[in-house]
């Protein structure tokens, strides 16, 4: 059955679809999208997305592609078809992220210290400590307010039933929150009238939430805190994120050769000389950030900089470090993580995931690829996954082989039913399957953005919503529901 | 402000003020080229050489076309990528520092820089006849003083504030006697006669100083013309004492300030200590040509601030 006010709109069966249904009716939330669409009709709608795309280009919002050793900018797709969410749910959410991140800060302190979980053998110790990503120079360092990770983008997905479900913990370098930001003000310069009509909770406190974050970490409070934003440079793919945030917070956009190091101090070369650092703000990754430390044979990064960290002389997000805690095999635990350093349980429940070191388990995932997605533990991007029910027979027996040489390197997953919302596509609005990635920030307080960054899957019938890969995007509305 | 970031916002206000003077130049030879007697013959090569380009050499090297002299020209001043003078390149050169300095930047100035890079990715593809060129090369200036606009009604006054304006003038005090040397130039037979009659109006015009230059006229007890007005008449905002004295007034709160100073009073001595109006054209072109040399120099001394404090960082990052 179509939905009313969306012309034939076609939900997809077994699929949560977050504007419709499974009546047809169409949600609370979404109710003054389809009264504008009844009002304009779906012609109205295409123009708007005509309009849509050419403030996107012409505000510049960008990402970078790397395809055949160049560095391509593509203006960033935005669908104009909000997601919407109501403000009560949303509630419950973003407590859930709070607490989820609260306790695996709690973990990654506890793993630099004392290692209480590995010792009660919550956690398989030789799971952390073997892994590439658990840094031995950080052990005993205390970051301000033993927090780690202040800055996570988590993902999160529905099942079949519309529950929200994480899909994995970004606690490196997490992006995309630029254009959580971007979509928004492209949105309201589109469809003033919307924002109008319905009260849309604002995003737009992040930049100013994300700088009072990183100056409540300075190691000279009283001061005004000297705070930069780490660049690996303008060829990164990120870079529009990076001077997007820099320029937001009015802080200093740095590479590595804009700081250095004396006396365990960090400064930066400004064009009155030197100022010292209180705060990095960093957007490459560990292993590049002090060649002294972590990786000799590196010439990247600012040398002696850890050193200056580890004494407290300035403090960095995410710590060195940080990355331990995310990992697709540690993830698997995070409700054991929640539950014993919290003592409650986990308001967000993960995706039900198999861990193939554990031999009954691995039993299990090889006799089912054909069923399952199989993700490496330590990549990002979408890279590397295999989507069981669209794979080959020699894609399928390519992982077996890969799972049984490395089982600690693999996870697997059911193959979710993920909710889907109407996109307009050649015109006509079609169910696309999407994701949400807020992002919570964690320093002497702990804030999580209202929404977050929602990415469609924009081929008929795909999963994976990374833009590298044919993704695009949607504003996500939190919607007031309790008034 | 970063010690990098400094070359860049320079850089910006540079290419910024390039792409408007260079249309401006476009349209200045446009209005010449229609005021002159169909037997004038027009140099061409010369209005390349006066940009820094070989232009006999240029010419000389196209490849056979059923374009006239005229329109290989303007193809090369506008629609040429790989021409380092062309709108063209200036515009993705100014694309380029504004991504590198855009933390510094306003975010209206931003989308402003975008709206003109796509604008000229539009219409600056494929060679116009003269009347459309006049129209297009017309509106690229305009929107450079929007971009201009924009930054001066919304950015911070500071170092990066400074640096942008100090560009902007040192590159316009540049092209300035660039215009002016194309028409100097032209002329240049014989090159003994003193103050030939030049026809400024064109140039006048396309640099938007035509009525005040009547202005200047009527309030000067002297005898005198464009030539004086272009180079010493302050009030008016294109020509080389104004641009002199923007460079020395938005230098003064950076660490390099004397330095630039004193670039900026060697300059303007220059403009005083010669007799203008005894000059030949010859010697008018060698003063031109002076002058550029010590731009150069500026311009290096305002992209190099305490050396010392370089060298002693370098010292630093390899101990």
């Given at each position: 059955?179509?939905?009313?006010?969306?012309?034939?709109?076609?939900?997809?069966?077994?699929?949560?679809?977050?504007?419709?249904?499974?009546?047809?009716?169409?949600?609370?939330p979404?109710?003054?999208?389809?009264?504008?669409?009844?009002?304009?009709?779906?012609?109205?709608?295409?123009?708007?997305?005509?309009?849509?795309?050419?403030?996107?280009?012409?505000?510049?919002?960008?990402?970078?592609?790397?395809?055949?050793?160049?560095?391509?900018?593509?203006?960033?797709?935005?669908?104009?078809?909000?997601r919407t969410i109501p403000s009560s749910e949303w509630q419950k959410t973003s407590a859930g992220l709070k607490q989820r991140l609260a306790a695996l800060n709690l973990f990654?302190?506890?793993?630099?210290?004392?290692?209480?979980?590995?010792?009660?053998?919550?956690?398989?110790?030789?799971?952390?400590?073997?892994?590439?990503?658990?840094?031995?120079?950080?052990?005993?360092?205390?970051?301000?307010y033993?927090v780690?990770a202040n800055i996570c983008g988590t993902d999160l997905v529905r099942d079949?039933s519309g529950k929200f479900l994480v899909l994995e913990d970004n606690l490196?370098?997490p992006?995309?929150v630029?254009?959580m930001?971007?979509?928004?003000?492209?949105?309201?310069?589109?469809?003033?009238?919307?924002?109008?009509?319905?009260f849309?909770y604002p995003v737009?406190d992040y930049?100013?939430q994300l700088?009072r974050m990183?100056?409540?970490?300075?190691?000279?409070?009283?001061?005004?805190?000297?705070?930069?934003?780490?660049?690996?440079?303008?060829?990164?793919?990120?870079?529009?994120?990076?001077?997007?945030?820099?320029?937001?917070?009015?802080?200093?956009?740095?590479?590595?050769?804009?700081?250095?190091?004396?006396?365990?101090?960090?400064?930066?070369?400004?064009?009155?000389?030197?100022?010292?650092?209180?705060?990095?703000?960093?957007?490459?990754?560990?292993?590049?950030?002090?060649?002294?430390?972590?990786?000799?044979?590196?010439?990247?990064?600012?040398?002696?900089?850890?050193?200056?960290?580890?004494?407290?002389?300035?403090?960095?997000?995410?710590?060195?470090?940080?990355?331990?805690a995310?990992?697709?095999?540690?993830y698997?635990?995070v409700p054991e993580i929640i539950n014993y350093y919290l003592g409650e349980q986990p308001l967000i429940d993960n995706v039900?995931?198999?861990?193939?070191?554990?031999?009954?388990?691995?039993?299990?995932?090889?006799?089912?690829?054909?069923?399952?997605?199989?993700?490496?533990?330590?990549?990002?991007?979408?890279?590397?996954?295999?989507?069981?029910?669209?794979?080959?027979?020699?894609?399928?027996?390519?992982?077996?082989?890969?799972?049984?040489?490395?089982?600690?390197?693999?996870?697997?997953?059911?193959?979710?039913?993920?909710s889907?919302?109407?996109?307009?596509?050649?015109?006509?609005?079609?169910?696309?399957?999407?994701d949400l990635r807020p992002f919570i920030l964690q320093g002497r307080d702990l804030y999580c953005t209202t929404g977050g960054l929602s990415?469609?899957?924009?081929?008929?019938?795909?999963?994976?919503?990374?833009?590298?890969?044919?993704?695009?995007?949607?504003?996500t509305w939190i919607i007031n529901d309790e008034v | 402000?970063?010690?990098?970031?400094?070359?860049?916002?320079?850089?910006?206000?540079?290419?910024?003020?390039?792409?408007?003077?260079?249309?401006?130049?476009?349209?200045?030879?446009?209005?010449?080229?229609?005021?002159?007697?169909?037997?004038?013959?027009?140099?061409?090569?010369?209005?390349?050489?006066?940009?820094?380009?070989?232009?006999?050499?240029?010419?000389?090297?196209?490849?056979?076309?059923?374009?006239?002299?005229?329109?290989?020209?303007?193809?090369?001043?506008?629609?040429?990528?790989?021409?380092?003078?062309?709108?063209?390149?200036?515009?993705?050169?100014?694309?380029?520092?504004?991504?590198?300095?855009?933390?510094?930047?306003?975010?209206?100035?931003?989308?402003?820089?975008?709206?003109?890079?796509?604008?000229?990715?539009?219409?600056?593809?494929?060679?116009?006849?003269?009347?459309?060129?006049?129209?297009?090369?017309?509106?690229?200036?305009?929107?450079?003083?929007?971009?201009?606009?924009?930054?001066?009604?919304?950015?911070?006054?500071?170092?990066?504030?400074?640096?942008?304006?100090?560009?902007?003038?040192?590159?316009?005090?540049?092209?300035?006697?660039?215009?002016?040397?194309?028409?100097?130039?032209?002329?240049?037979?014989?090159?003994?006669?003193?103050?030939?009659?030049?026809?400024?109006?064109?140039?006048?015009?396309?640099?938007?100083?035509?009525?005040?230059?009547?202005?200047?006229?009527?309030?000067?007890?002297?005898?005198?013309?464009?030539?004086?007005?272009?180079?010493?008449?302050?009030?008016?905002?294109?020509?080389?004492?104004?641009?002199?004295?923007?460079?020395?007034?938005?230098?003064?709160?950076?660490?390099?300030?004397?330095?630039?100073?004193?670039?900026?009073?060697?300059?303007?001595?220059?403009?005083?200590?010669?007799?203008?109006?005894?000059?030949?054209?010859?010697?008018?072109?060698?003063?031109?040509?002076?002058?550029?040399?010590?731009?150069?120099?500026?311009?290096?001394?305002?992209?190099?601030?305490?050396?010392?404090?370089?060298?002693?960082?370098?010292?630093?990052?390899?101990?």
């Open positions: 059955m179509g939905a009313k006010s969306f012309g034939h709109y076609q939900q997809i069966s077994q699929c949560f679809d977050e504007l419709v249904q499974a009546d047809g009716q169409i949600r609370p979404a109710a003054a999208i389809a009264r504008f669409i009844d009002r304009h009709g779906s012609a109205e709608l295409i123009q708007r997305q005509e309009q849509l795309n050419q403030t996107i280009s012409a505000m510049g919002v960008c990402f970078t592609l790397y395809s055949d050793g160049n560095n391509i900018d593509r203006c960033w797709p935005l669908d104009v078809m909000p990654i302190d506890d793993l630099y210290h004392d290692q209480r979980i590995l010792k009660d053998g919550i956690v398989p110790a030789d799971l952390v400590l073997d892994s590439r990503n658990y840094l031995a120079p950080c052990k005993g360092i205390s970051p301000r033993g780690w079949g490196r370098v992006s995309g630029s254009y930001l971007e979509n928004r003000t492209v949105m309201k310069r589109v469809f003033p009238e919307l924002f109008a009509d319905s849309i737009d930049p100013h700088w990183l100056a409540s970490l300075s190691p000279r409070p009283g001061d005004v805190p000297c705070i930069v934003l780490l660049t690996p440079g303008v060829y990164n793919s990120a870079y529009f994120e990076h001077s997007f945030l820099a320029q937001q917070m009015g802080v200093e956009l740095a590479e590595n050769t804009d700081l250095l190091v004396q006396d365990d101090i960090v400064y930066l070369k400004t064009l009155h000389g030197l100022q010292r650092v209180d705060v990095i703000y960093r957007r490459v990754d560990d292993i590049f950030i002090d060649p002294q430390a972590f990786r000799p044979d590196s010439v990247l990064g600012i040398p002696g900089l850890i050193k200056a960290w580890a004494k407290g002389n300035v403090s960095i997000a995410n710590a060195p470090g940080s990355g331990v995310d990992d697709k095999v540690i698997a635990y039900p995931t198999y861990l193939c070191l554990d031999p009954k388990q691995r039993e299990y995932v090889l006799a089912n690829l054909d069923q399952l997605v199989v993700k490496p533990a330590n990549e990002s991007g979408g890279y590397g996954i295999l989507i069981g029910p669209r794979s080959t027979k020699e894609e399928q027996q390519q992982m077996a082989e890969a799972i049984k040489a490395n089982p600690r390197n693999f996870i697997a997953q059911p193959t979710l039913a993920l889907t919302a109407p996109t307009l596509c050649d015109g006509v609005l079609e169910p696309r399957h999407l990415r469609v899957a924009l081929k008929k019938g795909s999963l994976v919503v990374n833009s590298s890969q044919g993704g695009g995007s949607k504003d | 402000m970063l010690l990098k970031s400094l070359d860049h916002i320079f850089w910006l206000g540079r290419y910024l003020e390039r792409l408007d003077d260079t249309a401006r130049l476009i349209n200045a030879t446009s209005h010449l080229l229609i005021d002159s007697h169909k037997d004038s013959q027009f140099s061409w090569p010369l209005l390349l050489d006066v940009l820094g380009q070989n232009g006999a050499e240029l010419l000389s090297q196209l490849p056979p076309s059923d374009l006239t002299v005229e329109q290989q020209v303007m193809s090369f001043l506008i629609t040429d990528a790989d021409s380092e003078v062309s709108i063209r390149s200036a515009c993705s050169a100014l694309k380029q520092n504004a991504r590198t300095v855009r933390q510094l930047i306003p975010r209206d100035m931003w989308e402003e820089l975008n709206s003109l890079d796509l604008f000229l990715q539009e219409h600056c593809q494929q060679l116009q006849g003269r009347q459309h060129r006049y129209r297009l090369m017309t509106e690229v200036s305009r929107r450079c003083q929007m971009v201009v606009g924009v930054l001066d009604g919304t950015m911070l006054r500071s170092d990066a504030f400074d640096l942008f304006n100090i560009g902007r003038h040192v590159e316009r005090a540049d092209m300035t006697t660039r215009i002016m040397d194309v028409m100097v130039l032209q002329q240049l037979q014989p090159t003994d006669i003193k103050r030939p009659r030049f026809r400024w109006t064109s140039i006048l015009n396309a640099l938007g100083g035509i009525e005040s230059y009547h202005y200047y006229l009527a309030h000067q007890n002297t005898e005198v013309d464009a030539v004086d007005y272009l180079l010493t008449y302050a009030d008016f905002p294109r020509s080389i004492a104004y641009c002199l004295h923007r460079v020395a007034a938005s230098a003064k709160a950076l660490p390099h300030s004397a330095a630039i100073l004193q670039r900026v009073w060697q300059l303007q001595d220059l403009l005083k200590t010669q007799n203008l109006s005894e000059l030949t054209t010859g010697q008018l072109h060698q003063l031109i040509d002076q002058f550029q040399t010590g731009i150069i120099e500026l311009h290096q001394v305002i992209s190099t601030p305490k050396p010392e404090f370089s060298t002693d960082l370098s010292q630093q990052m390899s101990a």
